[in-house]
């Protein structure tokens, strides 16, 4: 939070804010556990799935909003509705 604050502004604020830049912060410990040498991991990985992330945000955007879904009224719930245990026929089986 502190961070966020001192950056405020700036051009790193402002990465902060977009998804571009929350896709940067996310595809560094994924970069850096998937690759095999530092420089694939920095140079070639990190952007790569960072540039994934914001295609896939684009693509799921391009799909328009998401339909509410229907709201179901189930009848209200009665006495003779409940299931039957074998303690309610305990008597008829004995």
């Known amino acids: 939070m502190r961070l966020r604050r001192w950056a405020d502004d ?29 420089r694939r991991r ?3 990985l990190w952007p790569a799935l960072s540039a994934a992330a914001m295609l896939l945000e684009r ?11 229907e709201l179901i009224v189930l009848p209200a719930y009665s006495e003779s509705d409940r299931p039957l245990y074998y303690e309610d026929i305990r008597e008829e089986v004995e």
């Open 59 to 69: 693509c799921v955007g391009a799909l328009g909003p998401v339909p509410e879904p």
């Open 10 to 38: 700036s051009v790193a604020g402002d990465l902060m804010d977009s998804f571009g830049g929350a896709s940067l912060v996310a595809a560094l410990p994924a970069a850096l556990l998937l690759g095999t040498s530092r």
């Open 42 to 44: 920095l140079l070639l």
